[in-house]
């Protein structure tokens, strides 16, 4: 098969080259305010029983709260409490159909996180607190701790994604996209998180890896083999992929999928060789080929 084009899937960026993938027009950062903390107030963010209180979250001057790693950018970083400290908050953007969605965030604990963890989700919809999640609007999650490689003193980053199928199958198309870090531990802090640079990209799917991503493809489940076979005729020739994200094999496909007999379906292929000949695109040895194999199937029979 030839591909025309790379693939760029949100799961395969690594954050060394997120500058050059997204300015590509198939991976698109959603805007996120005060996506660094940046504000030492709660701007764009809704921080539950903010500094000082039990279950507490907050903005801190670097260094962070209890620790000595530095912010990641900026002066400022957030701080998640074990006690249940919770930041979350909806966007105006909403989700696609057809994107990938990774969340990402560069965490490090106060004072190592022992065994309390934290929990980072892309939900929809609009939620009061962790209290509202559920398997209804949870897109996506991922639990963090010590194991997880969350360290004192030290910001790691840490993504999660969610697959066109997770936001198809929650319904959420069309919903706005929501982002949450929640304390999952009970009990005063001494494993709490500090969290910064908080990141989400969309980035479009090819889910046939034909080099073609689903927004544009007309099949978007090509056949995707070498070359065209039918059958167990191997033509050899190579199963090229055209534009509009349909492979030659595909064509083929469509051939026996209409046929009502087997005349119909050598018939279907000899013209689809015959076009892609005068269309230069075949040699007249590989049009022949083509054919030569769908008249030895048992296609219409
Ligand atoms: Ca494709
Ligand atoms: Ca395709």
Same mark, same amino acid.
């Not at 698109?28 to 921080?47: D, R």
């Given at each position: 098969?030839?591909?025309?084009?790379?693939?760029?899937?949100?799961?395969?960026?690594?954050?060394?080259?997120?500058?050059?993938?997204?300015?590509?027009?198939?991976?698109?950062?959603?805007?996120?305010?005060?996506?660094?903390?940046?504000?030492?107030?709660?701007?764009?963010?809704?921080?539950?029983?903010?500094?000082?209180?039990?279950?507490?979250?907050?903005?801190?001057?670097?260094?962070?709260?209890?620790?000595?790693?530095?912010?990641?950018?900026?002066?400022?970083?957030?701080?998640?409490?074990?006690?249940?400290?919770?930041?979350?908050?909806?966007?105006?953007?909403?989700?696609?159909?057809?994107?990938? !969605?990774?969340?990402?965030?560069?965490?490090?604990?106060?004072?190592?996180?022992?065994?309390? +963890?934290?929990?980072?989700?892309? !939900?929809?919809?609009?939620?009061?607190?962790?209290?509202?999640?559920?398997?209804?609007?949870?897109?996506?999650?991922?639990?963090?701790?010590?194991?997880?490689?969350?360290?004192?003193?030290?910001?790691?980053?840490?993504?999660?994604?969610?697959?066109?199928?997770?936001?198809?199958?929650?319904?959420?198309?069309?919903?706005?996209?929501?982002?949450?870090?929640?304390?999952?531990?009970?009990?005063?802090?001494? +494993?709490?998180?500090?969290?910064?640079?908080?990141?989400?990209?969309?980035?479009?799917?090819? +889910?046939?890896?034909?080099?073609?991503?689903?927004?544009?493809?007309?099949?978007?489940?090509?056949?995707?083999?070498?070359?065209?076979?039918?059958?167990?005729?191997?033509?050899?020739?190579?199963?090229?992929?055209?534009?509009?994200?349909?492979?030659?094999?595909?064509?083929?496909?469509?051939?026996?999928?209409?046929?009502?007999?087997?005349?119909?379906?050598?018939?279907?292929?000899?013209?689809?060789?015959?076009?892609?000949?005068?269309?230069?695109?075949?040699?007249?040895?590989?049009?022949?080929?083509?054919?030569?194999?769908?008249?030895?199937?048992?296609?219409?029979?």
């Amino acid at each position: 098969m030839k591909i025309k084009t790379s693939t760029a899937l949100c799961g395969l960026i690594l954050s060394g080259l997120l500058v050059t993938l997204a300015a590509s027009a198939n991976t698109t950062p959603v805007i996120i305010p005060n996506f660094s903390f940046e504000s030492p107030v709660t701007t764009g963010a809704t921080f539950i029983n903010p500094w000082p209180g039990p279950g507490f979250a907050g903005v801190f001057i670097s260094p962070g709260f209890g620790q000595g790693a530095s912010p990641t950018d900026g002066n400022q970083i957030a701080f998640l409490n074990a006690d249940f400290g919770r930041i979350f908050r909806t966007l105006t953007d909403t989700f696609q159909a057809g994107n990938d !969605y990774m969340l990402s965030v560069d965490v490090s604990a106060r004072s190592g996180p022992g065994t309390d +963890s934290m929990r980072m989700v892309l !939900y929809q919809g609009t939620i009061s607190g962790p209290g509202d999640l559920n398997a209804s609007n949870i897109i996506a999650d991922a639990t963090l701790s010590g194991a997880s490689g969350v360290v004192a003193d030290q910001f790691n980053t840490f993504s999660v994604t969610a697959t066109p199928a997770d936001i198809s199958a929650a319904g959420a198309i069309g919903q706005p996209i929501g982002i949450g870090f929640f304390g999952l531990n009970s009990g005063s802090g001494t +494993s709490d998180f500090d969290l910064d640079n908080v990141r989400l990209l969309a980035c479009s799917v090819d +889910s046939d890896g034909d080099g073609v991503f689903d927004d544009v493809d007309v099949c978007p489940d090509s056949i995707v083999s070498d070359t065209v076979v039918i059958e167990d005729c191997d033509s050899g020739v190579e199963n090229i992929v055209f534009d509009d994200g349909c492979t030659l094999a595909d064509l083929v496909q469509l051939c026996a999928d209409e046929a009502k007999n087997h005349g119909d379906f050598v018939s279907c292929v000899a013209k689809l060789a015959n076009g892609l000949k005068k269309g230069g695109v075949l040699s007249g040895k590989e049009a022949g080929k083509l054919t030569s194999c769908a008249a030895k199937s048992s296609t219409g029979k």
